[in-house]
């Protein structure tokens, strides 16, 4: 995606600093050892082998521990225009998460999202400037910085740059790998997030994997059976990680609470599982085997885990009942008061969210993951979902909230109206 195109004869000391092997970097691809990449690099090692002097023209493109960095960067900017919205709309999102006084508002956000926004491309000129430059030890070096970096500044103890957020996002993200504890409204919510970062989670396991092996600048970028290729079970293991945490989650909430519906929504998210692990299943079956059996139970996964989860988008984190209050604005204390009256809203958000949440499949099968730039869209389109999944799922909430508000409100209205009666009329009870 980013950096020029950069030609170099075979024995350029810029592709041999790591190691013997030539530095080929990643073309976006999520996952190594595509056909191209392989008939490419067989025809070098021909070449070599001849010992015939070619000229390889490589794209040298950023690899993916620095390439991940633009969906957090982009799913923090969407954060802020969220609570931007929220403060405009007079939604308490502050009570809903049941955050503190000194939490961050969307101006903050938004600073921690421009710092991103500044780093992370400082990180990748710094890395094509010595890959350039032949230093390619220090350019494979950048991307462990820069996330060594962002990790201690998210752990770091002392009360600065916003200690209480940071100890926020810690604690949540500690009781969404532990459901221990009763399930509060932050931690299936942003569980919820994760899911749309699976995709995200996945990558990040092979950028470590890749940087621990030191394949981040050598030809084992491309090899399908290195310990960080396509095949590894890594993969389809981090991208179900998410959907189990929600699953227990849900469990949990059933074992406090006894509703029903919490089991049916478990249910949502145990249907994901089979769509990643028959897709997975590619690289480890025959090619006959798969096309006639995996690949029909796969489709069937697919088709059942988005139209469950578009449904329960639409009828339970939206409570748009079954469509009903598109057509009937009778009653707009239902409705959302950020976009009350336009209809087209409604149509946009229901319709792109259902072809939104078909396409997402395509994200979680790694058999389909060939096409980097058809990744990198469906990924951003994923972020854009979940953005304004965000804005019906908090105000659903929040319209929640002020309904048992007022119910109890009422309800102490009609006792001291009750008491007022009993006193002026002399009797005690």
Known sequence: MFGGAVSAPTNSPHLRKSGSRPAIFDLGTTESGNSSGEDFLHSVVLNEMKGVSTSLTSAAIL?????????????????????????QANVGYAKIFDLDQSHLTHREIWKCA?????????????????????????????????????????????????????????????????????????????ADI???????????????????????????????????????????????????????QCLRQYKDTREKTTLLNALKYSTAVPVIFLSALK????????????RPLWLLSSVLNSLYSFYWDVTRDWDLSCFTRIFKFGKPHYLSHMIYGRKWVYFWV?????????????????HLRHNYLTVFTITALEMLRRFQWAFFRVENEWNKMNSKTNIQLSTSEMVNEEEKLLHSNGHSV
């Open 194 to 248: 994760l899911t749309s970062m699976s995709k995200v989670f996945s990558d990040l396991e092979r950028s470590v994997c890749r940087m621990v092996h030191r394949q981040v600048a050598t030809i084992a970028w491309f090899e399908a059976d290195s310990v960080c290729g396509s095949h590894s079970i890594a993969i389809p293991i981090v991208l179900v990680l998410p959907y189990i945490f929600r699953f227990f």
């Open 114 to 190: 421009i710092w991103m926004t500044i780093i992370v491309p400082t990180s990748m000129t710094a890395y094509l400037y010595l890959y350039s430059h032949g230093e390619v030890s220090l350019a494979a070096s950048q991307p462990v910085l820069l996330y060594a970096a962002v990790t201690m500044a998210l752990i770091f103890p002392f009360d600065i740059f916003y200690l209480s957020t940071r100890y926020f996002l810690l604690r949540t993200l500690w009781r969404i790998v532990f459901p221990l504890q009763a399930i509060t409204f932050p931690d299936f919510f942003l």
């Open 283 to 294: 690289y480890h079956v025959f090619p006959e085997k798969w096309t006639n059996v995996y």
């Open 350 to 366: 229901i319709g792109s969210n259902l072809i939104l949440r078909c396409t997402w499949t395509y994200k979680l099968s790694a």
């Open 63 to 87: 690899p993916s521990p620095v390439l991940l960095w633009r969906f957090k960067t982009m799913m923090v900017w969407l954060w802020g225009i969220n609570l931007w919205v929220f403060a």
